[in-house]
């Protein structure tokens, strides 16, 4: 080995071309020896076209040929509205007809019913919420649960979870809350909260579990969960309040249909990775299959379970200010009203309340899932060293009550009165205009220049180039990708949005996402990159994406709202910080994965840093790459939903107009629309990767 190493560096270029484009990688273990011969028989050589330039001058080919049909007919560029088929007509006129008395089950009970008894059920657990979180039991005289003893109680929980950072976090959390006078909007939040956490998770393991025990459902399921996710927040709430109305009810029932998917995908995902040896030693116990699923399997996957529910409590805030569209009361609801006021320091302020929220059930969860059973093995101890929080619980709960018995005058206990709160929403909407007006000199000449001379003839260029060329392209793609299937998804797909009088929409919303999953890429691939070089440096980037990822997604409009206003720009600038996140942490995680053994072949052909990160570690880190590239995409089609309550004019609006409008036709087929760009490019990059995957021998 040796002699190989030394007879190679010999006879080395101080810069060498290696690259492993074309490298197949057994599954079995490689040595050394074996990959320094395959790198150097990959060597490329000057050829007289490459497969690269060949597929470029096909394109080139194939979208030449679409363009100049295009031009015998205008109608290529944009469909008459005689030749596109009338479905937002359609789709309305079915839901009225749901809606009526005339739609029935077999002659016995109508779907009015239906909606009714399902609203009537799942108010239960939601007015219960309500009566111990700020409405109280008025029937019976007792007020809701005193804001002291849900102070406490939640402290007491953190420390008995992750200990007293945790435990200090909560504590000032609510602090906030209950001294900034958002006690009762946080409530009213909390409860839907709380509710829909609880009907989610529970639909998400039955539709997991089912899933898993059937071959034939998982069929069904799997695909009805990736429309799901890729459908946004808002398309959920035409449906819903076509069928159930507004109010907080409705308002329960979207949070729950948009937060459950991830619950019974980690469901799912936790059952099949559960090890073969875990699941075979409990046959081996004489388990029956239902002991086997829930007192071996469901146990072993416990963590990828408290993970499910983790993004069951993030989506569930993610849709706080989506739902008061429908009359949820609480936070986002006043949120909704200050950024249509463009009241921006009352905004931060409610904001905070929302993100703190979020941050304590974020840290709640994730801490509880990773918690770890002690197993005490000294000498016998009282119930006292046992539980001591149990009893902290216990005597802090009897001393609150008996104070506010005892002292009824004491209503600060109960509820902070309005002249002990404080709030600076005010001022610091006067410090932004402030800072935003001394700004105004730089910001505006840059947002108008990009806007103008950037932005807008991009868009031009989108919605000006026909459609046919589009088709062309995605045609070209899935064939090139998956063959004569995938091919004719994709394009039956795009051709579906063509055929709706949605084109101009879809190619803005098209437009706006190509742009920010652009930056997110420029911006998250040098981030991924040095994180894997420097330990400190991927500390603080992979802690920022953490935090970022704790956000609500409208959180990230008030900054675009303060420098830039409204515009394309605003919009772009909003979708960045939310969906660049997975473009950092799977470039990250694609690189740090590369296999050691290749590493070590590539230093030991004496190749440099750069060359190894280009030639070696980014190729095979594609695939992982590529699924980022992917998740950044569906993260920025979900903010286009949230980017229309500042002003667009793509899909997202239109879900917003048909809201206000009660057109529930334009609304869900808005929302499937986006759903289904969503599609189109999932499946083309995941062919893409399981493509480079299997040149790469890793399939």
């Known amino acids: 080995m040796p002699y190989l190493v030394n007879s190679l560096k010999s006879n080395m270029p101080q810069k060498s071309n290696i690259t492993l484009s074309n490298i197949t990688l057994s599954k079995t273990t490689l040595s050394k020896t074996t990959l320094s011969k395959m790198i150097l028989s990959k060597i490329i050589l000057p050829q007289s ?37 009338p479905m937002r007509e359609w789709v309305t006129d079915f839901v009225k007809w749901v809606r009526s008395e005339r739609a029935n089950f077999f002659g016995l009970f109508t779907v009015k019913e239906v909606t009714r008894s399902i609203s009537f059920l799942i108010s239960f657990p939601l007015k219960w919420s309500e009566y111990f979180l700020f409405r109280g039991f008025r029937g019976l005289g007792l007020p809701p649960l005193p804001w002291v ?45 709380l509710s829909a956490m609880v009907f989610a998770s529970l639909l998400g393991l039955f539709v997991g579990l089912w899933a898993n025990r059937s071959k034939n459902a998982d069929r069904f399921i ?34 729950v249909i948009f937060a459950m998917p991830p619950m019974a995908r980690c469901v799912i995902l936790g059952l099949q990775t559960v090890p073969d040896n875990i699941t075979e030693a409990g046959s081996m116990s004489g388990c029956t299959k239902r002991q086997l699923l829930w007192r071996v399997r469901i146990p072993a996957a416990r963590k990828l379970f408290m993970l499910g529910l983790n993004q069951v409590v993030m989506q569930t805030l993610a849709m706080a200010v989506i739902m008061s569209i429908v009359g949820a009361q609480g936070l986002g609801q006043k949120l909704l009203y200050a950024l249509q006021q463009l009241r921006l320091g009352i905004a931060i302020e409610l904001g905070a309340a929302i993100v703190l929220i979020a941050v304590m059930l974020d840290r709640l969860t994730q801490a509880y899932a990773n918690r770890q059973t002690k197993i005490y093995h000294g000498p016998k101890r009282s119930f006292m060293q046992k539980h001591p929080h149990m009893l902290l619980f216990v005597a802090s709960t009897i001393l609150i009550i008996l104070v506010v018995s005892l002292i009824p005058d004491l209503k600060a206990l109960k509820l902070l009165p309005k002249g002990m709160t404080v709030s600076y929403g005010k001022e610091l909407n006067i410090i932004v205009k402030d800072i935003v007006r001394s700004l105004y000199f730089i910001i505006d000449p840059i947002r ?28 070209y793609a899935g064939y ?37 999953t652009m930056f997110c890429m420029i911006l998250g691939l040098p981030l991924g990159i040095l994180a894997t070089k420097n330990k400190r440096a991927a500390k603080v980037i992979l802690t920022s994406c953490d935090i970022l990822q704790t956000f609500p997604s409208f959180i990230y409009l008030l900054p675009a709202i303060m420098l830039l206003r409204v515009g394309d720009l605003a919009v772009i600038f909003a979708i960045i910080p939310y969906a660049m996140v997975p473009a950092i942490r799977y470039s990250y995680l694609g690189i740090t994965r590369v296999p050691e053994v290749i590493m070590e072949a590539a230093i030991a052909n004496g190749t440099t840093a750069n060359q190894r990160l280009w030639k070696v570690q980014l190729p095979i880190a594609f695939p992982e790459i590529m699924l980022g590239v992917n998740q950044t995409i569906m993260m920025s089609l979900a903010m286009t939903a949230i980017t229309a309550l500042i002003g667009t004019t793509d899909l997202g609006q239109e879900i917003y107009r048909a809201l206000a409008y009660q057109e529930y036709g334009r609304g869900i087929l808005a929302g499937l629309w986006i759903a289904m760009i969503g599609m189109i490019t999932d499946r083309l990059i995941q062919a893409w990767s399981n493509k480079r995957k299997r040149e790469f021998g890793m399939a």
């Open 222 to 255: 799997t695909p009805m969960l990736d429309v799901m996710q890729a459908t946004p927040h808002m398309a959920y709430l035409a449906p819903v309040f076509a069928l159930f109305g507004a109010g907080q009810v409705a308002a329960l029932i979207a949070t």
């Open 49 to 85: 076209i490459t497969p690269l330039q060949k597929t470029a001058l096909q394109l080139f080919a194939t979208l030449l040929v679409a363009y100049l049909i295009s031009l015998f007919w205008q109608g290529f560029v944009l469909l008459p509205e005689t030749a596109t088929l």
């Open 448 to 475: 108008d220049f990009i806007t103008l001379y950037i932005l807008i003839p991009i868009r031009n260029f989108y919605l000006s180039t026909p459609w046919l060329c589009y088709l062309a392209l995605i045609g």
């Open 480 to 516: 090139r990708l998956g063959g004569i299937k995938l091919m004719l998804l994709v394009s039956a797909m795009l051709f579906v949005i063509v055929i709706s009088d949605f084109w101009r929409e879809a190619i803005t919303t098209f437009y706006t996402v190509s742009i920010a």
């Open 149 to 193: 003893w849900i102070l406490i109680s939640i402290t007491i929980l953190a420390h008995w979870i992750a200990g007293w950072r945790l435990a200090l976090l909560c504590f000032l959390s609510m602090l906030y809350l209950a001294f900034f006078g958002l006690w009762q909007d946080s409530m009213k939040t909390l409860s839907i909260v």
